[in-house]
């Protein structure tokens, strides 16, 4: 039976048919967010209620601390202020350009040549655009 309450819980938020793994629980004036990734669940809401009630839900059923703000997952820095929320990938990026070796590579502003230029051709063959989406 472990695990009920959570399964419960959950089943009653809606799950995102394009993201499996959020749910999302909404009524008049408030909303909580649940994001599940493996062993990671970032949760937040309108309401500290609701963020207080998930809490005990969880930890009611399984062994969980909680980490505090939000400043990173998957790979995305997330810094946050009173009304905006940043997300960015420079440590990721950082990472990147260090396990290629290459972080002292030099800089380009265009990854392609700016001497050639595209534009319509209007006398080719007409393509199904969606074949490449």
Known sequence: MRGLAVCSYLMAMREEKWIKTLFIKKSKFVIILVQIYVDDVIFGATNDCLCEEFVTTMQGEFEMSMMGELSFFLGLQVKQLKNV?????????????KKFEMENYKEASTPMSTNCYMDADLVGKVVDQTKFR
Do not use: D, G, P
């Not at 929320?85 to 350009?97: G, T, V």
């Open 85 to 97: 929320i940043f997300l960015s990938q420079a440590k990721y990026c950082k990472e990147i350009l």
